[in-house]
């Protein structure tokens, strides 16, 4: 991974007095796994429909290969394969004609056709269905599917946008087995997702909420320069307690997440023991706590905090 496959200079879209995607820059590297992440609403998919010449930027560029998609989007689209929320797979024709159907879409020789489909068939584990109607698959059977479509013309950059979302944990398992198969063998990957346990999947992560990128680096160095500390508890009352520590001193973000809460701290050694007894001036037993490893959920508001309260230079990150 020494050259860029996608450089985005200053990418913006507007939409009317919306701004959808604000001035956003980064490079992927050839054969990186790369995420966007971010919640609903963050500009994920208005970035990729812009990389895959879908949308025209209302400002900035990108260049994928070193070709332009504001200048010279046809020369772009062969280096390149779109895979949307909703793919365009035809329901009425087989597994085997879909993929027959983009492969002529794509102008794949007939001479290497063969063995295309051998390898996409055997990591998608689609062989058994070829003949059945794609109206009949399941989601995730679905979006394997959609892959193999997409890759039948073997791309240099592929754009998921929430490959995963609506489907089940083993289908989900099996996509991203594809995904990490086609970057072993050399394949640029961008991939947008809501859910931050996959986004530590990635090399890099750009991590954006509402069009401007907050955050930029491997997953690992956003863990480590965090900061503070992460507190997994359960008390006697989680929604009351999570209310309560809203205002609390050293606490920077409360979460519910089953029956325990995370609590975000700031540094210093004393920060849990003044944060502990204040929970208990209010009633609030503490019946366990435990140091937590941080996650990138933990990452992402604590940028996010950052940027609302103007303390947040971009995290970035190119090595």
Known sequence: MTSAAVSVRGLTRRFGEVVAVEGLSFEVKTGELFGIVGPDGAGKTTTLRMLAGVMRPSGGDALIRGRSVVSEPEAVKPHIAYM????????????????????????????????????????????PFEGRLAGDLSGGMKQKLGLCCALVHEPDVLLLDEPTFGVDPISRRDLWLIVHDMVARGTTVIVSTAYMEEAERCDRVALMNRGRLVGLDHPRRLHEGLGGEVISVRVSEPRR???????????????????S????????????????????????AVLEAAPARPSLEDVFVELVERERSGKNPERSGND
């Open 84 to 127: 949307s929320q909703r793919f365009g797979l035809y329901e009425d024709l087989t597994v085997g004609e879909n993929i027959a159907f983009y492969a002529e879409l794509y102008e794949v020789p007939r001479s290497v056709l063969p063995g295309r489909l051998e390898r996409l068939y055997e990591f998608s584990q689609l062989a």
């Open 241 to 259: 307690a999570v209310e309560w520590l809203a205002g609390v001193p050293h606490v920077r973000s409360a979460a519910l997440l089953g029956d």
């Open 261 to 284: 809460m995370r609590i975000m701290l700031g540094d210093g050694e004393e920060a849990w023991s003044s944060v502990r007894t204040s929970l208990e001036e209010q009633g609030i």
